[in-house]
């Protein structure tokens, strides 16, 4: 099954969301915050990345930058999760490289829509 990387730096929505994919058969990496996210992805090479964009320290748009100006992390599927949804901010995490953008709370079969459509087939 899949690899997903969550990078989030709640721990709460971190540890729920990591049983809810597990349960699923997902094969889950986690991170607190942007720079790890960065070091994660590039040692672990996840099938897909499901990130907060309020991160301390490298914001989620940063940290979506970096890995997709990586050359090891570029071609990472990246779906940008906020709770703080404001006119515009989907606009700006695709522009900064996110793949996709979803709201918090998580509604988990959209979220799981969402990654399908992201996994190469094979993973999916």
Same mark, same amino acid.
């Given at each position: 099954m899949a690899k997903v990387l969550v990078i989030e730096d709640n721990e709460m929505n971190r540890d729920m969301l990591a049983r809810r994919l597990r349960r699923r058969g997902f094969d889950l990496v986690l991170a607190a915050d942007g720079e790890t996210g960065i070091s994660t992805a590039t040692r672990e090479g996840p099938d897909l990345i499901l990130m907060d964009l309020g991160l301390? &320290?490298? %914001? &989620?748009? @940063?940290?979506? $930058? $970096? /890995?997709k100006s990586a050359a090891e992390t570029a071609a990472i599927p990246i779906i940008a999760l906020t709770a703080h949804a404001m006119t515009g901010d989907r606009e700006k995490a695709l522009a900064a490289g996110c793949d996709d953008y979803d709201t918090k709370?998580? @509604? /988990?079969? $959209? /979220? /799981? %829509?969402?990654?399908?459509?992201?996994?190469?087939q094979s993973k999916s």
């Open positions: 301390p &320290g490298i %914001d &989620g748009w @940063e940290t979506a $930058r $970096r /890995l709370p998580v @509604e /988990l079969s $959209r /979220l /799981l %829509d969402k990654m399908q459509k992201l996994l190469p």
